[in-house]
């Protein structure tokens, strides 16, 4: 994955916890909070909260880190296609939406396709902000796994697992915009190596098998992302379907 510049996230941490939003005490708790580029035929872009810029000319598949921030408040976020001219604080917003952010990690990620948002026909797959609230991990052997649909035209599906030489299916019918339960599956063997888990996505309810992939589970959250386009040539992009792309979740 693509992670942003040290001194574009130095930025937002300052701005944030300084005071974008009116001040709070110093004993508040912190919320956590982090920003995702994930609209494969939307070019780079800069990210607002309540009205500051703090990441510039972000990238496909540019993530940040999570930031400490103030919990129990709403942060307004919003995103401008970048362009070189830097003195566009009048230019208006192509995306925004009202995020409230509390104790646990949260991340706001652009998904959709801009083509489907500038067609004027409302579509599920338009471009727009998510909000998704991630966990940290559970204490022993275990690792919490969800999986997020993406994809901008890829149908529903089914997800499945292979246990004991067994396919179990542990995702059903997941739609673009969807995401599954954060599922719990042991980390390591009794020799303490991580363990390696085949995976096969269906078209949901068919035998058809869209993506098969191997992985081990090296984080004790993550999410396996769904991203791209299954036909990236009818909307003028190059950015194909990809899973997995797996991020760490809840912690830096």
């Given amino acids: 994955m693509r992670r942003l510049r040290a001194t574009s996230l130095a930025a937002l941490a300052g701005l944030l916890v300084l005071g974008i939003a009116a001040p709070v005490s110093a004993a508040a708790p912190m919320g956590k ?32 880190k999570y930031l400490e921030v103030p919990s129990g408040k709403t942060y307004t976020i919003g995103v401008k296609v970048w362009d070189a001219d830097t003195n566009d604080a009048g230019d208006p917003y192509a995306l925004t939406r009202a995020v409230l952010v509390r104790t646990g990690a949260t991340t706001v990620a652009a998904i959709g396709s801009l083509k489907e948002l500038l067609d004027g026909t409302p579509e599920a797959n338009d471009l727009r902000l998510k909000v998704y609230r991630d966990r940290v991990g559970v204490r022993g052997n275990w690792s919490l796994v969800r999986v997020n649909h993406t994809s901008p035209d890829a149908p529903a599906v ?59 589970l090296p984080y004790k959250a993550l999410s396996v992302w769904a991203i791209g386009f299954l036909d990236p040539a009818a909307y003028g992009s190059s950015n194909g379907f990809k899973v997995p792309f797996v991020t760490k979740d809840g912690r830096n």
């Fill in 33 to 64: 909070l982090r920003a995702f580029h994930n609209s494969p035929d939307t070019p780079a872009v800069d990210v607002y909260v309540d009205g500051s810029r703090v990441l510039t000319k972000v990238p496909y598949k540019g993530i940040s």
């Fill in 158 to 216: 089914d997800v499945q697992v292979r246990i004991s030489g067994s396919w179990l299916t542990v995702v059903r019918d997941l739609s673009f915009g969807e995401s599954s339960v954060y599922l719990p599956l042991p980390q390591k063997n009794v020799h303490g190596n991580l363990v390696k888990y085949t995976f096969r996505v269906r078209v949901a309810g068919t035998t058809t098998v869209v993506k098969q992939f191997t992985t081990p």
